[in-house]
């Protein structure tokens, strides 16, 4: 069974190819990994036998911009997730992003959520490392760390709707690699169940404070602390959010639980919207 993931971009380039005539389009259906050629009639795209997609059902994709299309078994389903609030993957030029009831997941904003990803991944993640990724989403930044040469990868995710968009996102595949281990669950409850200094390196990606601010608070930290062996670093992805009070930004009270978790050489990453920190 082939899936073809289609939005608003290679939509267009199909239609603007079926308009001039032309016999066949060369596009991206797996959401820019790659590149392939497919036939085009009057009637519309030619993914396979079975998916034919209508010059009708070409135009409704590019009306919705902010959507990804899974075509499949003659098909066309939006990939998101209404069971419990709006979850959906978003186009960008590359990886897609995770939005959950409009808000956006991923730093997107002049690079695409993988890259940011892995640059996330690089300020704490060494060749060899045992990693904790926190916190996972669609596990770009854990893909990222095992690709940095990291010798094990355990990742968590809370969300089951999340896991279940990630499992249909091909920028995702990856995760089922060997040395990368997933587990659906609540961060600040499993990482108690960890023993103590056995990670070389955590990535913590936590969603914004209004929803877990658990996850900002110094118990948590002291957490990552315990788990952490000597020399162990820390990357806390904090967003920007906006000053809690006055005199006070939100990303300064991070950084001083983590000083008063035990971390050392606190500081904060600004293009990355996030703080590094040290277990010495």
């Keep these: 069974m082939s899936n073809y993931y289609l939005h608003t971009t290679n939509a267009k380039q199909a239609l603007e190819a079926i308009t001039k005539g032309l016999s066949s389009v060369r596009i991206s259906t797996d959401l820019n990994i790659s590149e ?9 795209l030619i993914l396979d036998e079975e998916n034919i997609l209508s010059i009708e ?9 902010q959507r ?12 998101e997730d209404r069971s419990s609030g709006y979850y959906k993957l978003a186009p960008t030029a590359g990886a897609p992003l995770l939005e959950i009831s409009g808000v956006k997941m991923h730093i997107s904003k ?14 704490a993640v060494l060749k060899g490392d045992n990693v904790l990724d926190c916190c996972s989403g669609l596990g770009y930044a854990a893909i990222a760390a095992h690709r940095l040469g ?17 499992a249909q996102n091909p ?29 070389d390196a955590v990535i913590h990606d936590p969603p914004r404070f209004s929803l877990a601010g658990e996850l900002y608070g110094e118990e948590f930290y002291r957490e990552i602390f315990r788990v952490l062996r000597k020399g162990g670093r820390l990357f806390h992805y904090t967003g920007n959010p906006h000053v809690m009070k006055k005199g ?17 050489r606190v500081e904060k990453i600004e293009h990355l919207m996030g703080v590094r920190a040290e277990k010495k």
């Excluded at 950084?255 to 050392?264: P, S």
């Design 36 to 44: 392939h050629e497919f036939s085009l009639s009057e009637q519309g």
């Design 57 to 65: 059902q070409l135009k409704k994709i590019i009306k919705k911009t």
């Design 110 to 123: 002049g690079t695409d959520p993988f890259t940011s990803a892995s640059e996330m991944a690089q300020q």
């Design 248 to 264: 006070s930004s939100f990303v300064d009270g991070v950084i001083r639980r983590l000083q008063a978790a035990g971390f050392k």
């Design 171 to 199: 920028w995702s595949k990856d995760l089922g690699n060997e040395g990368i281990v997933q587990r659906q669950g609540s961060s600040f409850e499993l990482i108690k169940t960890m023993p103590t200094a056995s990670f």
């Design 68 to 79: 990804i299309y899974l075509c499949s078994d003659g098909d066309m389903d939006p990939l």
């Design 150 to 166: 990291a010798s094990e990868v355990l990742t968590i995710e809370l969300s089951p709707q999340v896991m279940g968009l990630r």
